[in-house]
């Protein structure tokens, strides 16, 4: 699937600690204009459950784990993200849900728009069509 991929962050650091910058137009592919995080999730819960016309992002699980699934319309696939030096850049017509939540998972999520409602897709029927007529 070429809407996804997982990008790797230069970690800085010494015997102090690590760091990790995020520089808009050096290690994400996009403009941010929206930052938000989710935690607190519990191990059960499934999260996402819809797809986006427009919006790019980038999810980070900064502390903790989560497992995306990632289904362009006809390939679902698992990615575990577990390191904080990684993001999974996300674009176009992919249908999300996120699932096995750590208890201390905090994931951090970089977007190239505000929230527009519009943009979502939450009916997996309505997000085959959208995929199907996408490619005509």
């Known amino acids: ?14 015997e102090r600690g690590s760091l990790i910058a995020i520089e808009q137009g050096y290690n994400t592919p996009f403009e941010i204009k929206r930052v938000y995080y989710i935690f607190e999730t519990k191990a059960e819960v499934e999260r996402g459950f819809h797809a986006h016309i427009n919006l790019k992002q980038m999810a980070i699980a900064v502390k903790g784990s989560c497992t995306f699934v990632l289904d362009n319309g006809k390939k679902r696939e698992e990615i575990k993200l577990t390191n904080p030096n990684q993001g999974l850049f996300i674009q176009g017509l992919i249908w999300r849900e996120m699932k096995d939540f750590s208890t201390d998972c905090v994931l951090i999520v970089l977007a190239s728009e505000h929230y527009n409602e519009g943009d979502y897709i939450r009916n997996y029927d309505e997000f085959l069509k959208e995929v199907e007529n996408a490619k005509k």
């Open 1 to 14: 699937m070429a809407n996804y991929r997982l990008i790797n962050f230069k970690t800085l650091g010494d």
